[in-house]
T-cell receptor, first 113, second 115 residues
Framework: KQEVTQIPAALSVPEGENLVLNCSFT??????LQWFRQDPGKGLTSLLL?????REQTSGRLNASLDKSSGRSTLYIAASQPGDSATYLC????????????FGAGTILRVKS | GAGVSQTPSNKVTEKGKYVELRCDPI?????LYWYRQSLGQGPEFLIY????????DSGLPNDRFFAVRPEGSVSTLKIQRTERGDSAVYLC?????????????FGPGTRLTVL
């Protein structure tokens, strides 16, 4: 069974700090990896999608990297703000499973002002 | 433009009852997905439609769960004889097509509580 693991489960940082969220997955045979943001009681907002042929994607203060061979991805958030407080989910589309996404349990981020 | 919408936003029912959850995907999106998210967990895949047909229903937990998409747009997730363990947030997502490269766009979810 393919799995996705996220570390840490929760993170609290002061405003302005740079931070890294980690995601690991059990098989390098993937189509893509996606990072999502989820606010309390809300659905998921896609942040970045990295195709298996890519090494990283950037959007504003966010940068996501992908290392397929080691089964790892990181989400880097620069100059964090209180508005970044949310749960961040990593999801992988494994080739073995076709079109469905396999999600990690998420990292709960709190940025203190 | 309009995103994925789901109704109702909240549903409270009693054990043993039947419920229907509705998903309106983004217009023109051919692929539609249902996921279930329990408290403190990431979403878990239930079923995937490509057009009108269920291309993958391997995530449905048992035969009490069924989903349809008769005209290739709106989908309904149906749960019979609900159990307390069915309580969760049910999320729907859509994408322009089914290939491996597309982003999935999620709705706000339906929070189901079975008393």
């Amino acid at each position: 069974k393919q799995e996705v693991t996220q570390i840490p489960a929760a993170l609290s940082v002061p405003e302005g700090e740079n931070l890294v969220l980690n995601c690991s997955f059990t098989d390098s045979a993937i189509y893509n990896l996606q990072w999502f943001r989820q606010d309390p009681g809300k659905g998921l907002t896609s942040l970045l999608l990295i195709q298996s042929s890519q090494r990283e994607q950037t959007s504003g203060r966010l940068n996501a990297s992908l290392d397929k061979s080691s089964g790892r991805s990181t989400l880097y958030i620069a100059a964090s703000q209180p508005g970044d407080s949310a749960t961040y989910l990593c999801a992988v589309r494994f080739m073995e499973y076709g079109n469905k996404l396999v999600f990690g349990a998420g990292t709960i981020l709190r940025v203190k002002s | 433009g309009a995103g994925v919408s789901q109704t109702p936003s909240n549903k409270v029912t009693e054990k043993g009852k039947y419920v229907e959850l509705r998903c309106d995907p983004i217009s023109g999106h051919t692929a539609l997905y249902w996921y279930r998210q329990s408290l403190g967990q990431g979403p878990e895949f239930l079923i995937y439609f490509q057009g009108t047909g269920a291309a993958d229903d391997s995530g449905l937990p048992n035969d009490r769960f069924f989903a349809v998409r008769p005209e290739g747009s709106v989908s309904t997730l149906k749960i019979q004889r609900t159990e307390r363990g069915d309580s969760a947030v049910y999320l729907c997502a859509s994408s322009p097509s089914g290939p491996s490269t597309d982003t999935q766009y999620f709705g706000p979810g339906t929070r189901l509580t079975v008393l």
